[in-house]
């Protein structure tokens, strides 16, 4: 029975010791969990750094070989870098003029984006346009030309 005694003592203080590393522990947690729920996370507005890596970016998109230069052509990287720095710059204020502050971010960084893509979408169209419209013979210059070759198979003939 002695044994039995000391054994159940040994658990006891054994017991106590751990209490309150245990009770400490939980506080910590306790503690953690309230800064964590204090914690808010926003992603709007980017920093400076993310817009000149946008920035950075679309001037390699604009100036480089890609899928989009394939079918409209490359920019050269100087005007490129302009381009992109308006593009950003624009995209930037439609989204911010969206952006209230109970929002997180996330719907204002994907209406960003899309302003991005749609701006270059359009100036790359828009450009491509104006230089194949460049390239493109006039209507009066094309009627000339039309006369001209028939009027040299007419003298062959």
Not at 113 to 133: F, H, P, Y
């Amino acid at each position: 029975m002695a044994e039995t005694e000391s054994t159940t003592t040994a658990q006891d203080s054994a017991t106590a010791e751990t209490e309150p590393h245990q009770t400490q522990a939980q506080s910590q947690i306790d503690e953690t969990a309230a800064k964590l729920n204090n914690l808010t996370l926003r992603i709007w507005p980017p920093t400076q750094r993310t817009r000149d890596a946008v920035i950075n970016r679309l001037v390699e998109t604009l100036s480089s070989q890609s899928v989009l230069s394939k079918r409209y052509g490359t920019i050269p990287e100087d005007e490129a870098a302009s381009l992109a720095k308006s593009i950003e710059e624009e995209a930037f204020s439609v989204a911010g003029a969206a952006f209230s502050p109970d929002d997180d971010g996330i719907e204002i960084l994907q209406m960003y984006s899309k302003e991005i893509s749609k701006r270059m979408l359009d100036t790359v169209k828009s450009r491509a346009a104006t230089a194949a419209a460049a390239d493109a013979p006039s209507a009066t210059e094309a009627a000339n030309g039309e006369e001209v070759s028939s009027s040299s198979v007419k003298a062959e003939a």
